[in-house]
């Protein structure tokens, strides 16, 4: 204050001031004063905001790399199962089609061994009906012989005949159950 009265008389005497008896350089220095009071609080309240806006960004910026790195992870995970799903895939389908051609094959033996007991027991069917013919063909010849030649010896033999051979046979029957 009493620099500044004092700027007032000399203001009202006509003198110019000095540089330091100038209240605007008082002004500016007090305000400089203040300024740096207020700065270093300022500064470190700043700096200090600005160092947890950085460490809370730097926090994120690795959450998000950790984020980024479970999630290359996960895909990596997802295509060797896919990978892996799709070989166990071409492995099944690989192994139906074996399986499917060793049935086809094994039906095929199968069929072949069927068609070939089915013609064997044909074959075998047809020789015992031909065998059976046969016989009933022989059978029914020699009935018809021994008809025949029981109508030629009676047309033929007289009795006398007759009895003398039935008692040969009679004798030459002990001789031929032997």
């Given at each position: 204050?009493?620099?500044?009265a004092?700027?007032?008389?000399a203001a009202?005497?006509?003198h110019k001031l000095?540089?330091?008896q100038?209240?605007?350089?008082w ?6 004063i ?18 947890s ?6 926090a ?10 479970e ?14 799903a799709a ?10 089609e ?13 069929l ?13 069917k047809i ?7 046969v ?32 008692d040969a ?5 002990p001789?031929?159950?032997?």
């Amino acid at each position: 204050m009493i620099g500044i009265a004092y700027a007032a008389d000399a203001a009202q005497a006509g003198h110019k001031l000095s540089f330091w008896q100038e209240p605007e350089t008082w002004l500016a220095v007090a305000f400089l004063i203040f300024i740096g009071l207020l700065a270093r609080p300022v500064w470190k309240k700043a700096t200090t905001a600005l160092d947890s806006r950085a460490a809370q960004i730097e926090a994120e910026l690795e959450e998000a790399r950790k984020l980024r790195e479970e999630a290359q992870a996960m895909l990596a995970s997802y295509q060797r199962k896919q990978r892996d799903a799709a070989k166990e895939a071409q492995a099944i389908i690989t192994h139906a089609e074996e399986e499917a051609k060793r049935i086809t094959a094994n039906a095929e033996k199968a069929l072949v061994e069927t068609l070939k007991r089915r013609e064997t027991l044909t074959t075998d069917k047809i020789a015992q009906a031909q065998a059976k013919a046969v016989q009933e063909v022989k059978a029914e010849a020699v009935e018809i012989a021994l008809a025949a030649t029981e109508q030629l010896l009676k047309d033929r033999l007289d009795e006398a005949k007759a009895d003398a051979l039935v008692d040969a046979a009679v004798q030459d029957l002990p001789a031929r159950l032997r």
